[in-house]
């Protein structure tokens, strides 16, 4: 049988007949099992049930949610957008002439003298504290609007209104607007900003960049911040809930939607000033009281006392033996101020006000400002390690005043004359003296001759050693008159001598 005829025979047309058949059995057999393999799997998830959540947690997360929806519901309405327009007049040059006449030829209007108009927008945020018959009194930031010259406050529900600006505060960065309308719209509820805890939950309400009834959630990271924008007087909250520009001057608020603070600035690293969740607000204890001054006398009275204050290094506090203590020194004292006339001297320790502990130089400032003035105040300060009382009656703080730098007395502020000044001075070891860090211009002590870089070895020819026997020979030996012993490069001087 030849090669053809066996390919063709019947017998080989069966193999390949079966052949296939069990390639094509296989093939369906792979195709199935792939197949199902899935679907074995959802079967075995279908038995197992559907993933469900903790009926406890979900509790929880539902009440936290209803929470946080239930403070903004109810603070949103009393929280207002302030739209603003700061107006400046600049004088336009004056083009006419060589060579504008030369190539242009003689140029009509514009005479010597014409002002141009420039408005410039800003945006902040503002709080509903205060109604009176048909005036509502909101409370925001100084910076917002102080300056400018037209404010519209545009409520949440999209209704605008011409205010006008009732008062402002630099010091305290605070400022209130009012508006008229016969419109119903609730006031936000104060809170007790005293009573706020670092981890305390905290609910930010305002109008980052132009967005309206904006709401972000953190939390206290901090309480008693200073060093705020503009030298302030203020002891911050700090939060870590999401502050951009346009929040100022809006609603820091606790879980029970109460008010504790006025958000006011954030500490950013970015050019744009981008919340990094570091923002700041004014205590809402901080403005209680602004808030009636700004309504019923437009303007805020502060306490005055009348000294020159700072917070002591350790080189200080060990020379003056109040290691361990808090409070804040004063270094100067007004002659003629309050604290002059109840016996308060220059190098006295205060820690306390009416019993109140004064827990550093800013706290003790905020303390007196917030003291009426012709109140009869006790100060509590140490003085040659010993505890005194004295009585004190407050009057009231004007910028002139306080700028008098002729009844500042002494008028220098000096240092113990540590290694580290010896060495940045080239000063040999045993070099005595106390250093004078600086003079205040038109003082007592500039007037006599005094200058930064001074050491003083006496005063009035007695010897002073330390900074407790110089602030002891100031309190004693100068009632009448004042000069200093003193060493200026290698010169030992005596300065002119200054008559009170």
Request: glycine share 10%; hydrophobic share 40%.
């Amino acid at each position: 049988m030849n090669l053809v005829q066996k390919l063709s025979s019947k017998n080989l047309f069966v193999f390949n007949l079966v052949l296939i058949g069990v390639i094509f059995g296989f093939s369906l057999a792979f195709l199935s099992f792939s197949c199902s393999t899935p679907n074995a799997k959802k079967t075995a998830q279908a038995q197992e049930g559907p993933v469900v959540i903790p009926r406890d947690a979900l509790q929880v997360a539902e009440g936290l949610q209803s929470a946080f929806s239930a403070v903004a519901n109810k603070v949103l309405p009393s929280v207002v957008e302030l739209k603003t327009v700061s107006i400046r007049r600049q004088q336009i040059p004056n083009f006419n002439g060589i060579p504008w006449e030369f190539f242009f030829g003689p140029r009509d209007g514009n005479p010597d003298g014409q002002e141009r108009e420039y408005r410039s927008q800003g945006l902040g945020s503002g709080i509903i504290v205060r109604k009176n018959q048909d005036t509502y009194y909101v409370l925001t930031n100084n910076h917002v609007v102080g300056d400018v010259n037209e404010i519209v406050v545009v409520t949440n529900d999209d209704r605008e209104y011409q205010a006008v600006l009732v008062g402002k505060d630099e010091r305290r960065d605070l400022a209130m607007v009012s508006f008229k309308t016969n419109d119903v719209h609730p006031l936000a509820e104060l809170g007790d900003s005293d009573a706020v805890k670092v981890g305390d939950w905290a609910i930010a309400v305002g109008n980052p960049l132009g967005f309206m009834s904006s709401v972000t959630m953190g939390i206290v990271s901090a309480v008693g911040r200073t060093g705020g924008p503009g030298n302030n007087i203020n002891d911050f909250i700090q939060t870590d809930a999401s502050i951009n520009q346009g929040n100022s001057g809006g609603a820091l608020v606790n879980i029970r939607g109460q008010v504790i603070g006025i958000n006011t600035w954030i500490a950013s690293n970015s050019s744009g000033g981008g919340s990094v969740g570091l923002g700041f607000a004014i205590p809402i204890n901080n403005a209680k009281r602004s808030i009636d001054e700004f309504i019923s006398s437009g303007e805020i009275r502060y306490g005055w006392l009348g000294v020159s204050l700072t917070d002591p290094d350790r080189e200080m506090m060990q020379a003056l033996k109040i290691e361990g203590k808090r409070g804040a020194l004063a270094t100067q004292v007004f002659l003629g101020s309050p604290a002059d006339k109840g016996g308060i001297r220059p190098g006295d320790f205060i820690t306390h006000v009416n019993g109140k502990e004064a827990r550093g130089m800013n706290p003790l400032t905020m303390m007196v400002g917030d003291l009426k003035p012709g109140e009869q105040v006790q100060f509590t300060i140490i003085r040659d390690g010993v505890s005194q009382n004295f009585q004190v009656r407050i009057e009231a703080r004007t910028d002139t005043v306080a700028a008098d730098n002729k009844k500042l007395w002494p008028g220098l502020f000096i240092v113990p004359l540590t290694d580290a000044i010896r060495d940045s001075l080239n000063l040999d070891r045993n070099a005595q003296g106390l250093y004078v860090a600086q003079v205040m211009p038109e003082t007592p002590a500039a007037i006599i001759g005094l200058q930064r870089g001074d050491r003083i070895t006496g005063i009035n020819g007695e010897t002073v050693r330390d900074l407790a026997a110089f602030y002891k020979s100031l309190r004693e030996k100068t009632d009448r008159e004042l000069w200093f012993n003193f060493i200026r490069g290698d010169a030992a001087l005596e300065t002119l001598k200054f008559k009170r």
